[in-house]
């Protein structure tokens, strides 16, 4: 099946640090990439998606300039988390999808910010 | 009203029973539904895809759709402890840019 990868698994890092999280598929071209967040014992929350060069097109109440997103190719999407702070912390998770097809998910980063 | 709703559970069986997850959406122009399941600290993996009315089986699980009463559902038989997990509930309305997750139903498989 469709492999997606996304590194690196896991960061803990001070806070101020900005950190890039790569997402990655590996066997097909994705037309488009989404970013999830998850905190514990809740559901998924959209971030953003993105299509390969054009900007991320960003869900209500996430700050653009806080999470920036890059879609350079159609195999490779980044997420920067800029200037973490401990209430960033989170579980991030990347997809990557093909026309209709079903979103494939990478294996999540999870982001510690001390 | 949200665009997927699931029962979040938790939904407790007995190993070896049939395990019946529900999930409903607002858009009747929606195309594609999908099952995922995810493990506690884990990312959803895909399961079954289902584009049209009726049912679907792969192995255990089988999917089914209802465009008329805009539900769809998955049963598990042979349910294993293995497959307690949350499963989400996915709907795409036939705009590749757009898929609606519901929150999830928490099963407990029971040994």
């Known amino acids: 099946g469709a492999v997606v990868s996304q590194h690196p698994s896991r960061v803990i890092c001070k806070s101020g640090t900005s950190v890039k999280i790569e997402c990655r598929s590996l066997d097909f071209q994705a037309t488009t990439m989404f970013w999830y967040r998850q905190f514990p014992k809740q559901s998924l929350m959209l971030m953003a998606t993105?299509?390969?060069?054009?900007?991320?097109?960003?869900e209500q109440g996430v700050e653009k300039d806080k999470f920036l997103i890059n879609h350079a190719s159609l195999t490779l999407s980044t997420l920067t988390v800029t200037s973490a702070h401990p209430e960033d912390s989170s579980f991030y998770i990347c997809?990557?999808?093909?026309?209709?097809?079903?979103?494939?998910f990478g294996d999540g980063t999870r982001l510690s910010i001390l | 009203q949200k665009e997927v709703e699931q029962n979040s559970g938790p939904l407790s069986v007995p190993e070896g029973a049939i395990a019946s997850l529900n999930c409903t959406y607002s858009?009747?122009?929606?195309?594609?539904f999908f099952w995922y399941r995810q493990y506690s600290g884990k990312s959803p993996e895909l399961i079954m895809s289902i584009y049209s009315n009726g049912d679907k089986e792969d192995g255990r699980f089988t999917a089914q759709l209802n465009k008329a009463s805009q539900y769809v559902s998955l049963l598990i038989r042979d349910s294993q402890p293995s497959d307690s997990a949350t499963y989400l509930c996915?709907?795409?309305?036939?705009?590749?840019?757009?898929?609606?997750f519901g929150s999830g139903t928490k099963l407990n498989v029971k040994p």
């Open positions: 997809s990557a999808s093909r026309d209709l097809q079903p979103q494939h």
């Open positions: 993105s299509n390969e060069g054009s900007k991320a097109t960003y």
């Open positions: 996915a709907v795409n309305k036939n705009n590749f840019n757009k898929f609606y």
């Open positions: 858009d009747r122009g929606s195309q594609s």
